[in-house]
């Protein structure tokens, strides 16, 4: 066999996906086909990025799934002459690699780069058209350097920052956590219950660009799933209303309230400041202040999703103090409850209880006034105990007394401003990002801390601070302070500015400031003059579609679209998003549940490569639904793809006309099929509706074995036109064989590479159509008629059919059913 092309493969028509993996993963190692091109050839580009995986263990049936769907689409590009960029890394920096070292007295990185050459070698057996060239890892050194070095450029424009203040504390893993990553009250990553804790951390004022990660959402519309853009609307909750200042008797300050609904105003008859927040330490009367500080302590037991169940019953204290309603002069009592949030606008509420149900609920418990300021024709909120926040009259209001919610508000607002007791305001649900965490194995925050200078950067030209080699195992055991606090030799340091006696902030990042950045690395990772090349962005992104979990929808999208923004305004890139196109794949479950060890339900993704071949296991993934529903393993048919890989694999080896054979003057029929299997194929394929395009590969297979063994035969070059187009066609999902259908055909390799085949118009003309014709439902006949006949003409042929005057045997017609051209349904009277 030559280097650059197959010869014919005799071997006996035995299908054997294992013997054909072997032969053709050593061929294309050698041919390395999926390399990106840097020539300025005058292709078109495109960059095809899965969500890196994390190396904890070999690869599993979700990672089968999310990579056979977005090389799917890679090779479809390559197929279609496109100079395409497929890259793939590792995102391992974590925990789980920490935890595993404490347990084997090791260093994470031993675990760390274990797994990945372990994943690594999966990955080649499973065949993705990954360019392994730009291989990363975002905890090698060479990488973590620019990671710092965009901390730095974020903390000189004041993006990064550190402050005290309430965190989100896991006890079982001793770090902090982003809001984001506490779910339903519990840590994301262990599932242990979360605990409030008070620590200076670091931030990235991510708030900042709140109003243009809303904004810019427009430019994914056509692009990203509905849901998706919803999660982040949501996530972000933009929200316009009035700051609202109530003074506090004894206090100097007035306390700001935020509102979305200042036309109830005159409505507020009591004020809620959460349990939490420093502002109820710091106006509790002192006779209440025991009972405040027991109640304190009860709440910060509580997990968030808890207090902000509506089926809670109400609790709270009250602070000994009043406030004074800006509107209507009123003395209003101040409470702390565990309902309203410390981070929710400024920590504290105007509670109108007719028209909020959870103040309602509170007033009720606590014997509160209601007072009705919208009439909304519904019932008493205090004898229904139902509140009515929908729109309606302004009543009991004052100067806005009489009018609707649209032309209240902005009344409202004018007489707060023109008394200095507010304005309009907008408010996010958005709280910066917490990124310290600390733990080890992590990028080391690149600040230094002196006594006399204070924070200091660490200088460029000392990236990357680099982890110390000489803790592992029992040193790296959670203290509730970082393990990096332990390596004294490490810490101290002298300052970068004085020369002075300072230490290295011994928290690491959050990984997914990692992760928030890696796709512009993977065009240029081998650059040392940046984190990235700025020419090399410029030729590959923005990405074209990013393929992967919809469990990141809130936190690495959002964090990604962050991270563009600021390097935009950097002046290093000239796009503001970062993915065009995103595909969300659903799970692999078993039996209806997620596939778990301990339910004893877990499918071995090796063993079923090792049985069925990988070319069965991700035909049959892709072949199972559409790629943003849920896969049932136990619903899958490995056996069912396998027969039909072999069926393609002997039409291919049957054919007997030379490449290159004119397929004019073949099988017209066979011709017609082949041809509009390439227009619907090249339709669905765009669209990701990739078991459908299965299915049509599946009808082409069948209409060319009928071809061969119903008259045509296996020298027809109509034969020869539908078997490589079936193959070209498999090798965006099956691409073993579809290379070893290739070389039997005669045909240089890869297949991967050979060009995607263009369907001829005139052989996508319908002549006729199948029209079946009914009688009571059962199928009496079927009849050969133009696509474009009219409903009267076919009912005419239909009953003109002596099968049909047959079926009928003179009984009378109720009524006839036409859907022109391809059904008409007689209904007999009975």
């Not at 809001?179 to 009250?185: A, I, L």
């Not at 008070?198 to 904004?215: G, H, M, P």
């Not at 009219?790 to 009912?795: Q, V």
Request: glycine residues 8%; contains cysteine.
């Amino acid at each position: 066999m030559s280097s650059d092309e197959t010869s014919r493969n005799d071997t006996p028509e035995g299908y054997d996906p294992r013997a054909v993996q072997d032969t053709w993963s050593a061929r294309w190692a050698e041919l390395r086909p999926f390399r990106a091109d840097e020539s300025d050839d005058a292709r078109e580009r495109r960059y095809a990025l899965d969500m890196f995986p994390y190396p904890s263990g070999d690869l599993h049936m979700g990672h089968a799934e999310a990579f056979a769907i977005g090389d799917v689409r890679a090779r479809f590009w390559f197929q279609r002459g496109y100079d395409v960029l497929h890259p793939i890394g590792w995102d391992s920096f974590g925990l789980p690699a920490e935890n595993a070292a404490i347990k084997r007295d090791s260093h994470p990185a031993e675990w760390t780069y274990a797994n990945i050459e372990t994943q690594a070698a999966s990955f080649q057996r499973y065949a993705p058209s990954f360019d392994w060239s730009r291989r990363l890892h975002t905890s090698d050194p060479e990488y973590y350097r620019w990671t710092q070095w965009l901390f730095l450029r974020f903390y000189e424009r004041g993006l990064a920052y550190r402050k005290g203040g309430q965190v989100n504390w896991c006890p079982n893993d001793q770090t902090v956590l982003a809001n984001e990553q506490v779910v339903g009250g519990h840590c994301e990553r262990c599932g242990w219950l979360v605990e409030k804790r008070v620590l200076t951390q670091w931030y990235f004022r991510i708030t900042d660009y709140a109003d243009r990660l809303l904004d810019d959402m427009d430019q994914l519309e056509d692009g990203w799933p509905e849901r998706v853009l919803l999660m982040q609307r949501n996530w972000i909750g933009r929200s316009t209303g009035a700051d609202v200042d109530f003074v506090i008797e004894g206090r100097d300050a007035p306390v700001t309230v935020y509102t979305t609904r200042p036309d109830t105003l005159f409505g507020a008859t009591f004020m809620v400041v959460a349990a939490d927040a420093p502002l109820a330490e710091e106006i509790v009367a002192p006779e209440q202040r025991a009972a405040f500080e027991a109640y304190r302590d009860e709440v910060s037991r509580e997990s968030e999703i808890e207090r902000m169940s509506a089926e809670r019953e109400k609790t709270g204290v009250f602070l000994g103090r009043y406030a004074v309603n800006p509107v209507n002069g009123e003395r209003i009592p101040v409470w702390a409850s565990d309902y309203v949030l410390a981070e929710y606008g400024h920590g504290a509420i105007m509670a109108v209880p007719a028209h909020d149900q959870r103040d309602l609920d509170f007033a009720l418990k606590f014997d509160l006034p209601v007072r009705v300021v919208v009439e909304t024709g519904g019932p008493d909120p205090v004898q229904s105990g139902v509140a009515t926040p929908g729109e309606g009259t302004i009543v009991n209001s004052g100067p806005i007394e009489g009018l609707t919610k649209t032309d209240a508000i902005p009344r409202i607002i004018e007489v707060l401003e023109e008394r200095g007791t507010g304005k309009a305001a907008v408010n996010f649900r958005l709280r910066d990002w917490l990124v310290s965490r600390q733990r080890f194995w992590g990028c080391p925050i690149p600040i230094v801390h002196c006594a006399a200078c204070g924070e200091v950067p660490v200088p460029d030209e000392e990236l990357p601070v680099k982890l110390p080699a000489d803790l592992k195992g029992a040193d790296l055991a959670p203290k509730g302070t970082s393990p990096l606090a332990a390596a004294e030799a490490w810490v101290n340091v002298a300052c970068p500015k004085c020369g002075g006696a300072a230490q290295r902030d011994t928290d690491t990042m959050d990984t997914f400031v990692d992760s928030s950045w890696y796709y512009f690395r993977y065009c240029s990772p081998q650059y040392t003059d940046g984190p990235f090349d700025p020419e090399a962005v410029r030729r590959w992104m923005p990405v074209d579609q990013y393929t992967g979990g919809v469990e990141h929808a809130i936190l690495h999208l959002l964090y990604s679209r962050f991270f563009t923004k600021v390097l935009y305004d950097l002046g290093m890139i000239d796009f503001t998003e970062p993915f065009l196109r995103l595909l969300n794949q659903g799970q692999v479950v078993n039996g209806g549940k997620a596939m778990s060890k301990s339910l004893g339900n877990g499918v071995d993704l090796g063993e079923q490569i090792d049985e069925f071949g990988v070319d069965v296991v991700r035909l049959a993934m892709l072949f199972a639904g559409p790629p943003e529903d849920d896969i049932d393993w136990a619903d899958v048919s490995p056996q069912g793809m396998a027969k039909f890989l072999s069926r393609l694999h002997r039409v291919a080896a049957e054919v007997t006309s030379e490449p290159g054979t004119a397929p004019a003057g073949g099988d017209v029929a066979l011709r017609r099929v082949t041809h509009r299997t390439i227009a619907e194929v090249t339709t669905l394929v765009d669209s990701d509706r990739f078991n459908v395009a299965i299915a049509r590969l599946m009808e082409l297979v069948t209409a060319t074995r009928r071809a061969i063994d119903g008259g045509a035969g296996p020298a027809d070059p109509a034969v020869r036109e539908a078997a490589e187009t079936a193959t070209l066609i498999l090798s965006l999902f099956a691409p073993y064989t579809a290379e070893d259908a290739w070389d039997r055909l005669g045909r240089r390799a890869p297949v991967a590479t050979a060009g995607w085949p263009s369907a001829d118009p005139a052989l996508l003309v319908q002549e006729s159509v199948t029209c079946v014709v009914q009688v009571a439902g059962k199928v009496r006949d079927r009849l050969e008629v133009a696509p474009d006949i009219d409903a009267a003409d076919l009912e005419r042929q239909a009953l003109a059919s002596p099968k049909i005057k047959d079926a009928l045997a003179g009984a009378d017609i109720a009524k006839v059913i036409v859907r022109a051209p391809k059904i008409v349904n007689i209904v007999p009277r009975r």
